[in-house]
């Protein structure tokens, strides 16, 4: 389900496919959010316009409109919920485009559907302001914490040396702590790999940071492998 507290959070579909757009709301629909689905593009940008949503899943190529003038509309008359892009141009100019014009993400289709849900969650969390917050003391987690300035991290008052791609891991982790971070969220933040080739980089260093802030496992190792899925960083306790 949906792991935003409180109501259920609205989120505007424009996807002329009817069987994508089924897809999408089911999923959606499935992980706790309220979806209204249209499928022409003038029927998207007015209902953003004047609905009250939280977020926009936008297909890039619609019968009427582009996906992406919708989106510099919205962007141009001051709308500023999250737009997760939904497409099948996968092109890496056609993603850059789409965030240069003001996506928040770019998903390639054929999609899945729990990292779609994932990413949505991301994004809405950005926007509330409910995140983990980086203030002077940095981020914490427990009893572990890490200092973007000086760029240092403890445990339980210990430092523990991280190599630096070790460190961006660890960051992002901690950034979305408590919710789960997929294999392709992790490729594209911290690898900066745009595509879905079979890697088992992502597995040493999580193994490697893992056994690090657990101090050779003396306490809590902290992250959680959710199989076939990703990874969870959550408070020892």
Known sequence: MSDMSGSRRRILVVEDDHGAALEVTAVLEDYGFDVECVATGHQGLLQA?????????LDRMLPDVDGLSILATLRNIGKRMPVLILSALNAVDERVRGLRTGGDDYMIKPFNGLE??????ALLRRHAG?????CAAGL???DLTIDPVARTVQRAGQPIALKPREYSLLFFLMRHAGHLV?????LESVWHYHSSTQTNVIDMHISSLRRKISLDGRLSPMIVTVR????ILHAAG
């Open 182 to 186: 997929t294999r392709s969220m992790l």
């Open 49 to 57: 316009t004047n609905g009250a949503f939280d977020a926009v899943v």
């Open 130 to 134: 409910d995140d983990t917050l980086v």
């Open 228 to 231: 076939n899925a990703g990874y």
């Open 116 to 121: 779609l849900a994932a990413r949505l969650n």
């Open 140 to 142: 914490r987690v427990d």
